[in-house]
Protein backbone atom coordinates (compact mmCIF):
# COMPACT_ATOMS: atom_id res chain seq x y z
CA UNK A 1 0.00 0.00 0.00
CA UNK A 2 1.23 3.39 -1.04
CA UNK A 3 -0.44 7.06 -0.07
CA UNK A 4 1.22 9.76 -2.30
CA UNK A 5 0.74 13.13 -0.97
CA UNK A 6 0.38 16.57 -3.07
CA UNK A 7 -0.40 19.68 -3.08
CA UNK A 8 2.14 21.86 -0.23
CA UNK A 9 4.04 24.53 -0.39
CA UNK A 10 4.43 28.41 0.72
CA UNK A 11 1.59 30.62 1.12
CA UNK A 12 0.97 33.84 2.73
CA UNK A 13 -1.69 34.08 5.48
CA UNK A 14 -5.30 34.17 4.06
CA UNK A 15 -4.36 31.97 0.89
CA UNK A 16 -5.19 28.73 -0.17
CA UNK A 17 -4.32 25.05 -0.89
CA UNK A 18 -5.40 21.96 -1.80
CA UNK A 19 -3.98 18.70 -0.56
CA UNK A 20 -4.25 15.77 -2.51
CA UNK A 21 -3.71 12.04 -1.58
CA UNK A 22 -3.83 9.45 -3.99
CA UNK A 23 -3.59 5.53 -2.62
CA UNK A 24 -2.25 2.89 -4.43
CA UNK A 25 -1.68 -1.43 -4.05
CA UNK A 26 -5.19 -1.77 -2.21
CA UNK A 27 -6.97 -4.53 -2.13
CA UNK A 28 -9.20 -4.15 0.77
CA UNK A 29 -12.24 -1.16 0.60
CA UNK A 30 -10.76 1.84 2.61
CA UNK A 31 -13.16 2.68 5.28
CA UNK A 32 -12.17 5.68 6.43
CA UNK A 33 -10.00 8.61 5.56
CA UNK A 34 -7.70 11.11 7.77
CA UNK A 35 -5.33 13.98 7.46
CA UNK A 36 -2.98 14.22 10.12
CA UNK A 37 -0.34 17.79 10.47
CA UNK A 38 2.35 17.79 13.07
CA UNK A 39 3.42 21.91 13.25
CA UNK A 40 7.12 21.73 14.00
CA UNK A 41 7.83 21.31 17.52
CA UNK A 42 4.98 20.22 18.31
CA UNK A 43 2.76 16.45 18.62
CA UNK A 44 0.88 15.17 15.63
CA UNK A 45 -2.75 15.92 15.67
CA UNK A 46 -5.64 15.20 14.00
CA UNK A 47 -7.01 17.38 11.07
CA UNK A 48 -9.93 15.75 9.38
CA UNK A 49 -11.56 12.63 9.19
CA UNK A 50 -14.08 11.62 6.61
CA UNK A 51 -15.62 8.36 6.28
CA UNK A 52 -16.86 5.71 3.97
CA UNK A 53 -20.71 7.49 4.19
CA UNK A 54 -19.20 10.50 3.93
CA UNK A 55 -19.43 11.88 7.46
CA UNK A 56 -16.78 14.73 8.15
CA UNK A 57 -15.52 15.59 11.49
CA UNK A 58 -13.23 18.57 12.18
CA UNK A 59 -10.33 19.79 14.58
CA UNK A 60 -11.95 22.64 16.23
CA UNK A 61 -8.90 24.65 14.87
CA UNK A 62 -9.91 24.61 11.18
CA UNK A 63 -13.71 23.89 11.16
CA UNK A 64 -15.25 26.41 8.80
CA UNK A 65 -11.84 26.66 6.67
CA UNK A 66 -10.88 23.44 5.85
CA UNK A 67 -12.93 20.63 3.76
CA UNK A 68 -12.14 16.79 3.36
CA UNK A 69 -13.11 15.02 0.37
CA UNK A 70 -13.04 11.97 -0.91
CA UNK A 71 -13.09 10.52 -4.50
CA UNK A 72 -13.64 6.58 -3.51
CA UNK A 73 -13.35 5.58 -7.34
CA UNK A 74 -9.76 7.04 -7.27
CA UNK A 75 -8.89 5.93 -3.64
CA UNK A 76 -8.47 9.35 -3.36
CA UNK A 77 -8.79 12.08 -0.75
CA UNK A 78 -8.60 15.86 -0.34
CA UNK A 79 -8.01 18.88 1.75
CA UNK A 80 -9.49 22.05 1.31
CA UNK A 81 -7.84 24.74 3.32
CA UNK A 82 -8.90 28.05 3.01
CA UNK A 83 -7.99 31.12 4.90
CA UNK A 84 -4.72 29.93 5.86
CA UNK A 85 -2.96 30.78 9.06
CA UNK A 86 0.32 31.17 10.50
CA UNK A 87 -0.16 28.19 12.85
CA UNK A 88 -2.07 25.97 10.40
CA UNK A 89 1.90 25.35 9.37
CA UNK A 90 3.23 21.94 9.85
CA UNK A 91 3.34 18.40 7.27
CA UNK A 92 0.13 17.12 6.24
CA UNK A 93 -0.10 13.46 6.22
CA UNK A 94 -2.70 11.60 4.79
CA UNK A 95 -4.15 7.75 6.55
CA UNK A 96 -6.40 5.50 5.50
CA UNK A 97 -8.08 2.91 7.44
CA UNK A 98 -9.04 -0.40 5.59
CA UNK A 99 -11.91 -3.15 6.04
CA UNK A 100 -12.14 -5.42 8.05
CA UNK A 101 -9.30 -4.83 9.84
CA UNK A 102 -9.51 -0.77 10.22
CA UNK A 103 -5.56 -1.48 10.06
CA UNK A 104 -3.90 2.49 9.45
CA UNK A 105 -1.81 3.18 6.16
CA UNK A 106 0.52 6.78 6.60
CA UNK A 107 1.97 9.06 3.69
CA UNK A 108 4.78 10.49 3.64
CA UNK A 109 3.40 13.75 4.50
CA UNK A 110 3.55 16.93 2.26
CA UNK A 111 5.11 20.19 4.14
CA UNK A 112 2.61 23.14 4.05
CA UNK A 113 3.99 26.69 5.74
CA UNK A 114 1.85 29.91 5.91
CA UNK A 115 4.11 33.23 6.04
CA UNK A 116 2.47 35.87 7.99
Known amino acids: VQLQASGGGLVQAGGSLRLSCAASGIIDVIDTMYWYRQPPGKERESVATITIDGDTNYADSVRGRFTISRDNAKNAVYLQMNALKPEDTGVYYC???????????WGQGTLVTVSS
Open 95 to 105: VIATQPTYARY
